[in-house]
């Protein structure tokens, strides 16, 4: 769990963990596989904005660590990212605080300080990050990836939603007493098959959300059904 750690993670170790070796920083080549692979999910796209693939590192971040994170960001063909103005970008508050463009890739490997992220940041084991910037000519460009984030304040939680919607007694029930640690979790665990409810964020107490779903691991608990008990337990000792 090197998330964990109280050490400052250096500008190289974050190029390793991007899969990118000394060499290849010298002669840019394409991207690892995986990294692509995953970019590919949990972007959003909008009108007029120039949709890039997010993948942000490490999966884990700590806010009271004080450490850099990093995004790499992939743009679609035919941008050149030497138009990127690096100054406007902007992941949850956190400014830029050092870059690495790879032409060759059309992606920038953007770092930033965990001190900077905006104060209301919700923690959980999944948490939506987006990026947003420019380009020189002011061309908006965004998107995003989600992270585990330890030591908040709140928790996000995602449960499905019966509102503004004619639903069966199941779907209602369901609503209102299971939430989920992540929005596939709660989109693959709906109350049946063929369920078109929507699915909502909602943000709770950190106790609680530790004590649902657990504190130092993703493989802990990720769903809770509020009639085990509301607020949840805490852990022994909490
Ligand atoms: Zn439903």
Known sequence: MFYLSQKK?????????????????????????????????????????????????????????????????VFPDGYDITDVNVSSVRCEGATVVDNILRPKDRSIIFLYNIGDLRDNLPGGYSVEFTINGQLNDGTPFEGSDTVAVLCASQGVIYHTSTRKRKSCNACKSHAVNKIFASRELADINRAHRGCNCGIVKEEINWQYYISAFGQTSKASATVYDKRWGWPPQLPMGA
Do not use: M
Request: proline letters at 6%.
């Open 9 to 73: 993670i250096t500008r190289l170790e974050f190029l390793k963990i991007f899969g990118v070796s000394g060499a290849s920083l010298l002669l840019p080549g394409l991207l690892p596989n995986g990294l692509s692979a995953r970019a590919q999910n949990g972007h959003s796209v909008k009108e007029d904005i120039i949709p890039v693939t997010t993948l942000i590192k490490p999966d884990a971040i700590s806010l009271r660590s004080g450490d850099n994170f990093g995004s790499t960001v």
